[in-house]
């Protein structure tokens, strides 16, 4: 099954607002299908992908985001880095 087949294999851009102890509480960036801005998706920091633990206001990547009853949920997550290619891109802009 492709990524175009299957959304939880395609990340969703979230800005952390809160981070616990074992948990962070991130925001949407745009609406996508049911998920809306104004809600709120969790994940836990045993699947965060980054070096060092995510911080308010750090934009992050959702992956296999669930609707659970008591909210959304993400499998996992990472933060946003750029790649070789957007940042040639930006420069490129820049010129």
Not at 17 to 30: Q, S
Not at 64 to 77: D, Y
Request: negative net charge.
């Amino acid at each position: 099954m492709s990524s175009q087949q299957d959304p939880t294999l395609v990340p969703i851009r979230a800005v952390v607002t809160k981070v616990e102890e074992n948990y962070v509480v991130a925001y949407p960036i745009e609406d996508c299908g049911d998920l809306r801005m104004n809600d709120s998706v969790t994940f836990s920091l045993s699947f965060w992908e980054g070096d060092r633990d995510p911080q308010c206001e750090q934009v992050v990547e959702l992956f296999g985001t669930t609707l659970f009853i008591r909210g959304w949920r993400a499998e996992r997550a990472r933060p946003v880095i750029p790649t070789k290619q957007s940042a040639t891109k930006q420069l490129a802009r820049r010129a």
